[in-house]
């Protein structure tokens, strides 16, 4: 299958502004997926509200468009009833870590096999600019036309404390590093977190006079260096990007089971 045979393409053209990064995100995606030659009846997408949950309308897998901040808690029961399929969460700023984040610390601190996609433009795109958990200090956005005063999460470390077995961090200027990325985090038995880069040059770009879509993406590759490198020892402001933990854990579906298994024989 090619990759667009994974496309709705009565949904086409998209809904996303121009220079958006997410349909980057979607063809990286569909690399990763053409690459492990998986069936669409093996994959189930699962995303909230927001720019990023756009995905889910234009694969042709078994979809589901939920509520906001609830993506992981529909994907969790969906994991559940069918663990052998193949879970995979689009998420935004909000989606992931502000209503969300309950949810995103619990689903990584069982380790249930979900692979969590958050797509990080530093601000909500859909509802008009406001700022996001993972905006930072200074930044501007309409709901701070001052700028913004409230320290940004680290995805990697937030997703490394709570216990995911897989975190990683990409660009949508890496493509071809985001696709391998997202492949082996499909491919983990665990609950696996891939933090993209995303640029937004309609509010992110056009509110911090980060230029157009081009340019923000050449600050991506500019600013991003891979993990270890020289580079990020002579300029500690640099963001790593890469796999930074990847590592085996009992997973949650499969725990569950010897629960039941037990429960059936005490019976």
């Not at 005063?149 to 680290?154: A, K, L, P, R």
């Not at 404390?161 to 499909?186: K, S």
Request: glycine letters at 10%; charged letters at 20%.
């Amino acid at each position: 299958m090619g990759i667009k045979d994974y496309l709705r393409d009565r949904f086409f053209p998209h809904l996303w502004c121009p220079g958006c990064g997410h349909g980057t995100i979607l063809n990286g995606l569909l690399q990763a997926i053409e690459k492990l030659g998986m069936s669409k009846n093996e994959i189930v997408m699962v995303s909230g509200i927001g720019c990023s949950a756009r995905i889910t309308g234009y694969v042709d897998f078994h979809t589901l468009h939920t509520i906001h901040g609830r993506a992981l808690a529909f994907a969790t029961g969906v994991k559940m009833s069918r663990p052998e399929l193949n879970l995979i969460v689009p998420m935004g700023d909000g989606d992931a870590l502000a209503i969300g984040g309950n949810h995103f610390i619990h689903a990584a601190r069982r380790n249930i096999d979900i692979t969590a996609i958050v797509m990080n433009n530093r601000i909500y795109g859909m509802t008009g600019g406001q700022f996001s958990p993972l905006s930072g200090p200074g930044i501007m956005a309409t709901t701070a036309p001052f700028s913004n005063i409230d320290s940004g999460f680290d995805v990697v470390e937030l997703s490394r404390a709570a216990g995911a077995t897989f975190v990683a961090r990409t660009t949508t200027y890496h493509i071809q590093q985001m696709a391998d990325i997202l492949r082996q985090a499909i491919l983990h038995e665990g609950f696996s977190v891939v933090e993209i880069l995303t640029q937004c040059p309609t509010y992110f770009g056009r509110k911090n006079k980060a230029g157009d879509a081009a340019d923000m993406v050449r600050w991506f590759k500019d600013n991003t260096t891979p993990i270890g490198s020289k580079a990020k020892k002579e300029n500690p402001m640099l963001m790593e990007r890469g796999i930074f933990v990847q590592e085996e854990k009992p997973e949650y579906c499969a725990e569950y089971d010897k629960i039941v298994n037990r429960a059936m024989k005490g019976s």
